[in-house]
């Protein structure tokens, strides 16, 4: 694994807007990097990537299967009461997932090491999928990587066959996102596109138009009863809102589904080590209020249940506390022993390894000056082979 410095495509910034990815800079400052790349050899995606991806996940899914059966466990997780039997139900229904992504700290040497699962609504699926694919044939073709590198990348593919899968006879099916934030939108448009790729017959809503008929049903701005529905939209909000307590009788498939709000949720970090203590790519983690967690007092991660993008997150050690951004989340938390991003090129790198199913899909690299990934740091593309 290494980082490379390499001369930016000429029209990189003219291509990704006329491609809508029109996100590549945030405030004037780039979150797409078209002057570095990461390499890595076929047994660090294969061995080091890959193969944990896959054990974690379903590691992920028997926590699932455990969790839907026990009162305490939904308790932990912050699942509100009244609708327990709702995300229990929708696992033990088999309502299929689409995707997800699991974050790492991985250098190439050592085991990755488990962050949290982007179990609900993964962002950045967008320029993962697509935008460094077209990175790489670029790259190829103006020589700044050998001919017949490769890329740990099947995510378009993949994401195609699952909604395929999902939706066999096609079908209208809506998707749903905050509409303003440009985003959001974008990924949306991404996965509308790949659905209709699949068969399918997409519908935009925003998620604030939609109401309730009469009958009880979920309905768009035009009246048209939703039936199916892809919302980028968090279930621990969407449990929240005023128009939850209708989810269990309203008669719609939703993805994600409802039993993700478990595996969303950084509650099942402690879960999983006390399940799997000492697993190598595990760090230990325990409920804030757990008497355990006097292990980690010393020096700790702190993050809380529905933490998203880095927000409200604090690495507390003895020499001071680094703070994420306050993004208003609070309530109860987790403790996580400190596992420091790996340092390339003085910049933090946490790799992002997507699922669509049960499958690995791709990677994606992100990184930041801070040890925190926020919203606003960057993406760097990869490759798999020799850089040259």
Not at 126 to 141: C, G, K, N, P, S
Request: hydrophobic fraction near 40%.
């Amino acid at each position: 694994m290494q980082r490379l410095i390499l001369p930016e495509r000429p029209d990189w910034q003219a291509r990704a807007d006329g491609l809508g990815f029109t996100w590549h800079h945030d405030s004037g400052e780039p979150y797409w990097d078209d002057a570095a790349a990461y390499a890595f050899s076929l047994a660090e995606v294969e061995e080091g990537i890959e193969a944990p991806t896959a054990e974690l996940h379903q590691m992920c899914l028997d926590l699932v299967d455990e969790a839907v059966k026990s009162e305490r466990l939904m308790a932990q997780l912050d699942i509100p009461e009244r609708l327990q039997d709702y995300v229990a139900d929708s696992w033990k229904r088999g309502d299929p997932s689409l995707y997800g992504r699991f974050d790492f700290a991985y250098d190439g040497q050592s085991p990755a090491k488990l962050y949290e699962y982007n179990a609900d609504t993964p962002t950045s699926v967008y320029e993962t999928a697509v935008f460094q694919w077209l990175w790489l044939e670029d790259r190829i073709a103006d020589g700044s990587i050998p001919a017949g590198t490769d890329q740990f990348n099947s995510l378009h593919e993949k994401l195609i066959d699952r909604f395929r899968t999902i939706f066999p006879d096609g079908g209208f099916v809506h998707f749903s996102s905050d509409p303003d934030f440009v985003e959001d939108r974008q990924t949306v448009r991404y996965l509308e596109d790949l659905a209709k790729q699949a068969g399918m017959d997409p519908k935009f809503v925003a998620i604030g138009d939609i109401g309730l008929n009469a009958d009880g049903r979920f309905v768009d701005e035009e009246n048209w009863l939703i039936q199916a529905m892809f919302k980028l939209y968090p279930w621990e909000q969407m449990l929240r809102d005023d128009y939850a307590e209708p989810l269990p009788t309203a008669d719609i498939a939703v993805l994600e589904p409802a039993w993700k709000a478990i595996l969303s949720n950084k509650g099942i970090l402690p879960l999983l080590w006390e399940r799997h203590a000492g697993h190598p790519n595990l760090l230990e983690s325990y409920f804030e209020d757990d008497p355990a967690a006097s292990a980690l007092s010393t020096a700790h991660v702190r993050k809380p249940l529905f933490s998203r993008e880095g927000a409200n997150i604090s690495i507390v050690e003895p020499g001071g506390t680094e703070q994420g951004l306050d993004g208003g989340y609070d309530g109860r938390a987790i403790l996580q022993a400190v596992h420091a991003p790996p340092v390339f090129g003085g910049r933090h790198a946490i790799i992002g390894s997507w699922v669509v199913g049960d499958e690995p899909a791709g990677l994606s690299v992100r990184e930041d000056v801070g040890r925190i990934t926020r919203n606003t740091s960057s993406f760097v593309p990869h490759f798999i082979g020799d850089p040259g």
